[in-house]
């Protein structure tokens, strides 16, 4: 039997390590509230204070374990199996699962201690750090036809897709609520596939990068929290979508 509180590790290279497989068993798993982290303004003839800014700093993860080894020299090779699972170069995947649709970035920071607790039993626990404060969900994927989207309090780097149905040689999407823009020149034919992903800056035109096809007054945006609306030119020469993965705190 599982624990309830049992997860999964991806890392970068897609290597998957389950707690439960691994011979680990979850005891708890806490994450801890976001890290608000204020800018204030106080001045002497001014009661309280004024904000200046804020935002999300690193959060961190609480995770107990224990184990049972068939002896104390299998308990020992054991331990050097679980620090080598934790510790890596890259952040990695975590998805629990008790919420198998969702996962969140974490790393090891410090060190931690392996307690025996007799001659083939032990426990530990172990903090990991949240350099991105957010829980992400499944991808999200919407045609766009005009409409405005409301994606919630987020905000979020998209990626556009443009499947084209007729020849065209531009292709530019807008963000009107900051006015910001991106353009392409190409000599798009049909069934051309154009993939813009803002979070990697990065354009490909079936697999291809091609960022010279990039105009110089395109920039990058984020989609704002709530309401987004975009536009696309030429609006009939492609079927267009939007991609994002929910995040939450």
Same mark, same amino acid.
Request: charged share 25%.
């Given at each position: 039997?599982?624990?309830?509180?049992?997860?999964?590790?991806?890392?970068?290279? @897609?290597?998957?390590? /389950?707690?439960?497989?691994? +011979?680990?068993?979850?005891?708890?798993?806490?994450?801890?509230?976001?890290?608000?982290?204020?800018? !204030?303004?106080?001045?002497?003839?001014?009661?309280?204070?004024? #904000?200046?800014?804020?935002?999300?700093?690193?959060?961190?993860?609480?995770?107990?374990?224990?184990?049972?080894?068939?002896?104390?020299?299998? &308990? /020992?090779?054991?331990?050097?199996?679980?620090?080598?699972?934790?510790?890596?170069?890259?952040?990695?995947?975590?998805?629990?699962?008790?919420?198998?649709? %969702?996962? !969140?970035?974490? &790393?090891?920071?410090?060190?931690? /201690?392996?307690?025996?607790?007799?001659?083939?039993?032990?426990?530990?626990?172990?903090?990991?750090?949240?350099?991105?404060?957010?829980?992400? +969900?499944?991808?999200?994927?919407?045609?766009?036809? +005009?409409?405005?989207?409301?994606? @919630?309090?987020?905000?979020?780097?998209?990626?556009?897709?443009?499947?084209?149905?007729?020849?065209?040689?531009?292709?530019?999407?807008?963000?009107?609520?900051? @006015?910001?823009?991106?353009?392409?020149?190409?000599?798009?034919?049909?069934?051309?596939? &154009?993939?813009?992903?803002?979070?990697?800056?990065?354009?490909?035109?079936?697999? %291809?990068?091609?960022?010279?096809?990039?105009? #110089?007054?395109?920039? =990058? =945006?984020?989609?704002?929290?709530?309401?987004?609306?975009?536009?696309?030119?030429?609006?009939?020469?492609?079927?267009?979508?939007? &991609?994002?993965?929910?995040?939450?705190?």
């Amino acid at each position: 039997m599982k624990s309830r509180f049992n997860f999964s590790i991806e890392y970068s290279d @897609g290597h998957k390590v /389950d707690m439960y497989e691994k +011979g680990l068993w979850v005891s708890f798993f806490r994450i801890s509230s976001p890290n608000a982290e204020r800018s !204030l303004y106080e001045h002497s003839q001014i009661p309280g204070a004024r #904000l200046i800014s804020s935002r999300i700093g690193v959060r961190k993860i609480q995770i107990g374990f224990s184990f049972e080894k068939g002896s104390l020299e299998e &308990l /020992d090779s054991f331990k050097h199996e679980i620090y080598q699972t934790f510790f890596h170069s890259d952040e990695y995947k975590v998805v629990r699962d008790m919420y198998p649709g %969702n996962y !969140l970035m974490a &790393l090891q920071e410090g060190e931690y /201690d392996i307690q025996n607790v007799t001659g083939t039993d032990g426990e530990f626990e172990i903090e990991l750090t949240m350099l991105d404060p957010f829980i992400y +969900g499944s991808r999200k994927e919407i045609t766009l036809i +005009g409409q405005a989207i409301d994606l @919630g309090p987020g905000e979020y780097w998209p990626t556009i897709t443009a499947k084209f149905t007729t020849a065209a040689s531009s292709f530019k999407v807008t963000h009107q609520e900051t @006015g910001k823009f991106v353009e392409v020149k190409y000599g798009f034919v049909v069934g051309d596939l &154009l993939v813009i992903d803002f979070n990697k800056r990065k354009v490909t035109i079936n697999n %291809n990068v091609r960022m010279t096809a990039f105009t #110089l007054k395109s920039r =990058f =945006f984020k989609l704002v929290p709530f309401t987004n609306q975009l536009t696309v030119s030429p609006y009939t020469a492609a079927t267009v979508k939007l &991609l994002y993965e929910p995040k939450s705190i």
